[in-house]
């Protein structure tokens, strides 16, 4: 990694300072799954070169409760981050039909949505783009390889962790994506069972996803028949026998709208490793002796520090040497370190980039909802449900949800996210109607899945009924249900927007980006990681994959 000097000096001597200092620094803008794996990739780094590194990153929100990694349940796949933009001609057509209807994503209630400067030129964006078919499918082919890569820097980020890291992985339900390690299918041996129902021809569907998965060499997916997700999974008993009919030999056949399909998929609880991983972070980085002498972390976590513009060098405008406050106070190092890098990872704050004055593709804010429950346990299922634990994702025509379910203390823990709007730069919020309508579809569909718990959280018999509004509020009166609403920042080809980064006088030397992963943050995050910090590396990297990620993620990209 490169930077200049980009600090005033102090009055203590160079070399005394350096004794005492960590020789580099990182600065990080945004404080969600992303810049938690920069700073993790960055101290490994150190660590190998056996350098100390000082890190601080700058959190607009005041918790980190707050941040949109915290408030959704992610699957971990190598595909999810394929599926928030449409192609062109479906862009224009789903726009056209209401978020409430199948395949639909547009809102009616939002002004400012469907014809701010942001969603035009989005949209037209999108269309150009879509004229290029060959492009677009090397596009998503690298995509696919990228998120496999990601896949395997999970399980390698568990793998070399010491006791401590991997104890908290566990903690935070991390369940791996990978092939199996025994040789029958089970549950939680890097595959899953995803549901695919009251969609026609499902079966369809499953043997394309499965195309996708074995063409980057997942080899044991298989569709399941109702008896063998039961085997698996005998708490979708009450979803086989609602979708299945029984043929003329008494075996148990999926309806056609209906299927199940063992694929390779994990999960982890952000809610849980976030803040987790970050205490980690500041234990293991150590600390450092000041000019006063006092002892300092060099992890540092800053909340409520929302920025609004970067400062240069007063001569040299490739060096950025400080980042700007809502407040307008301007904070510049004390210190001067043999590099001195910025990294931006805004997240779910569209045009973040283009507003500190850097190249930014054409972007846009899709909303996305989720439903978080704690159902209490009755005392006489404790035992039976001490060991309950899934993990998958639930297709419906135009929705796929990802699930997580398990027992937390003397309570079922449900967690599901996912269904999408377009919100152009406008963010949403969990009154609107988006948010109310598709919390309500996935509190159903949770219900069809899994209607003991929901039972159980509603007093009453569930199972074939269909929720509403008023089911809803009662559980969010109870403090059963939480609900919420954020945003998906994407670019108009859906590719993470990753590595340098240029203003009007060119590249930025000590400056890069990486944003804008739609759904796929916490999936795609160590993948794009690597491929973002590989930009500044001072030797080309030999890697053929990253080099293309490189390539299609330029925050200069345009057409």
Same mark, same amino acid.
């Given at each position: 990694?490169?930077?200049?000097?980009?600090t005033?000096?102090?009055?203590?001597?160079?070399s005394e300072?350096?004794?005492?200092?960590p020789?580099?620094k990182?600065t990080?803008?945004?404080?969600g799954i992303?810049?938690a794996?920069?700073?993790y990739?960055?101290y490994?780094?150190?660590?190998n070169?056996?350098k100390k590194l000082?890190?601080?990153?700058?959190e607009?929100?005041?918790t980190?409760?707050?941040?949109?990694?915290?408030n959704?349940?992610p699957?971990?796949?190598?595909?999810e981050?394929?599926?928030?933009?449409?192609r062109g001609?479906?862009l224009?057509e789903?726009?056209?039909?209401?978020?409430?209807?199948?395949?639909?994503i547009?809102?009616d209630?939002v002004?400012?949505v469907?014809h701010s400067?942001v969603?035009?030129?989005?949209?037209?964006q999108?269309?150009? /783009?879509?004229?290029?078919? !060959?492009?677009?499918? &090397?596009?998503?082919k %690298? =995509?696919?390889e990228?998120g496999?890569?990601s896949?395997d820097l999970?399980?390698g980020i568990?793998d070399?962790a010491d006791?401590?890291?991997?104890?908290?992985l566990?903690?935070?339900?991390?369940?791996p994506?990978?092939?199996?390690?025994?040789q029958?299918?089970m549950l939680?041996d890097?595959y899953r069972?995803?549901?695919?129902?009251n969609v026609?021809n499902a079966?369809?569907?499953a043997?394309?996803?499965k195309?996708?998965?074995e063409?980057?060499? /997942?080899k044991?997916c298989? !569709?399941?028949?109702p &008896?063998?997700?039961? %085997? =698996?999974?005998p708490?979708l008993t009450d979803?086989c026998?609602?979708?299945s009919d029984t043929?003329?030999?008494?075996?148990?056949?999926w309806?056609n709208?209906?299927?199940?399909l063992?694929?390779p998929?994990?999960?982890?609880?952000?809610s849980i490793f976030?803040?987790?991983?970050?205490a980690?972070l500041?234990k293991v980085m150590?600390q450092?002796?000041?000019?006063?002498?006092k002892?300092?972390?060099?992890?540092?976590?800053?909340?409520?520090r929302n920025?609004?513009?970067?400062?240069?060098?007063?001569?040299?405008?490739s060096?950025?040497?400080g980042l700007?406050?809502?407040n307008?106070?301007?904070?510049?190092?004390?210190h001067?370190y043999?590099h001195?890098?910025?990294?931006?990872?805004?997240?779910e704050?569209?045009?973040?980039l283009?507003?500190?004055?850097f190249?930014e593709?054409?972007?846009?804010?899709?909303?996305g909802?989720?439903l978080r429950?704690?159902?209490p346990?009755p005392a006489?299922?404790?035992?039976a449900?001490?060991?309950?634990n899934?993990c998958m994702?639930v297709?419906?025509?135009?929705?796929?949800?990802?699930l997580?379910?398990?027992?937390k203390?003397?309570?079922?823990?449900?967690g599901?996210?996912?269904?999408?709007?377009?919100y152009?730069?406008?963010?949403?919020h969990?009154d609107?109607?988006?948010a109310?309508?598709?919390?309500?579809?996935?509190l159903n569909m949770?219900n069809?899945v899994l209607?003991?718990f929901?039972?159980w959280?509603?007093?009453?018999d569930?199972?074939?009924h269909?929720?509403?509004?008023t089911?809803?509020?009662?559980?969010e009166e109870?403090?059963?249900?939480i609900?919420?609403?954020?945003t998906r920042a994407?670019a108009?080809?859906g590719?993470p927007?990753?590595?340098?980064?240029?203003?009007?006088?060119?590249?930025v030397?000590?400056a890069?980006g990486t944003t804008?992963l739609?759904?796929g943050?916490?999936?795609?995050?160590?993948?794009?990681?690597?491929?973002s910090r590989?930009a500044?590396?001072?030797n080309p990297?030999?890697?053929?994959?990253?080099n293309?990620v490189?390539?299609?993620g330029?925050?200069r990209?345009?057409l």
């Amino acid at each position: 990694m490169f930077s200049g000097n980009t600090t005033q000096n102090t009055t203590r001597p160079i070399s005394e300072q350096m004794a005492s200092y960590p020789s580099n620094k990182l600065t990080i803008v945004g404080g969600g799954i992303i810049a938690a794996l920069e700073a993790y990739y960055a101290y490994l780094d150190a660590k190998n070169n056996n350098k100390k590194l000082r890190v601080t990153i700058h959190e607009k929100n005041t918790t980190i409760a707050e941040t949109t990694t915290s408030n959704i349940v992610p699957s971990l796949t190598p595909d999810e981050i394929l599926s928030v933009v449409p192609r062109g001609p479906a862009l224009v057509e789903k726009l056209g039909i209401l978020f409430s209807k199948p395949g639909g994503i547009r809102v009616d209630d939002v002004a400012g949505v469907n014809h701010s400067e942001v969603a035009q030129r989005f949209i037209n964006q999108v269309q150009e /783009y879509s004229k290029d078919e !060959v492009g677009h499918d &090397a596009r998503a082919k %690298t =995509l696919l390889e990228l998120g496999k890569r990601s896949m395997d820097l999970w399980q390698g980020i568990y793998d070399n962790a010491d006791a401590e890291l991997k104890k908290i992985l566990e903690e935070s339900n991390f369940n791996p994506c990978r092939e199996p390690r025994s040789q029958h299918p089970m549950l939680h041996d890097g595959y899953r069972i995803d549901l695919i129902y009251n969609v026609p021809n499902a079966k369809n569907r499953a043997e394309g996803m499965k195309k996708d998965y074995e063409s980057l060499g /997942y080899k044991s997916c298989k !569709v399941l028949s109702p &008896a063998e997700v039961q %085997t =698996l999974d005998p708490y979708l008993t009450d979803f086989c026998n609602k979708h299945s009919d029984t043929d003329e030999l008494g075996e148990s056949k999926w309806k056609n709208d209906t299927v199940a399909l063992y694929r390779p998929g994990g999960c982890l609880d952000t809610s849980i490793f976030l803040p987790k991983f970050y205490a980690y972070l500041k234990k293991v980085m150590g600390q450092y002796v000041n000019e006063a002498g006092k002892h300092q972390d060099c992890f540092q976590m800053r909340f409520e520090r929302n920025v609004t513009d970067v400062t240069y060098e007063e001569q040299n405008k490739s060096i950025v040497n400080g980042l700007q406050f809502f407040n307008g106070t301007v904070k510049h190092n004390k210190h001067i370190y043999n590099h001195s890098d910025y990294v931006f990872c805004p997240g779910e704050a569209v045009g973040t980039l283009e507003k500190f004055g850097f190249a930014e593709p054409a972007y846009a804010r899709f909303a996305g909802a989720s439903l978080r429950l704690n159902i209490p346990i009755p005392a006489n299922k404790l035992e039976a449900y001490s060991k309950f634990n899934h993990c998958m994702e639930v297709h419906q025509e135009g929705v796929v949800l990802a699930l997580q379910a398990r027992v937390k203390g003397n309570n079922i823990f449900i967690g599901v996210a996912g269904t999408k709007a377009f919100y152009s730069n406008i963010k949403p919020h969990k009154d609107q109607e988006f948010a109310k309508n598709r919390n309500l579809l996935q509190l159903n569909m949770i219900n069809d899945v899994l209607p003991e718990f929901i039972s159980w959280a509603l007093g009453r018999d569930t199972k074939g009924h269909k929720l509403t509004e008023t089911d809803l509020a009662i559980l969010e009166e109870k403090g059963i249900a939480i609900r919420w609403a954020g945003t998906r920042a994407v670019a108009y080809d859906g590719f993470p927007t990753l590595g340098n980064l240029y203003n009007a006088d060119g590249k930025v030397e000590n400056a890069r980006g990486t944003t804008q992963l739609g759904s796929g943050g916490v999936s795609f995050g160590p993948g794009t990681v690597l491929a973002s910090r590989s930009a500044m590396q001072e030797n080309p990297s030999e890697d053929t994959l990253v080099n293309q990620v490189l390539v299609y993620g330029s925050s200069r990209r345009k057409l």
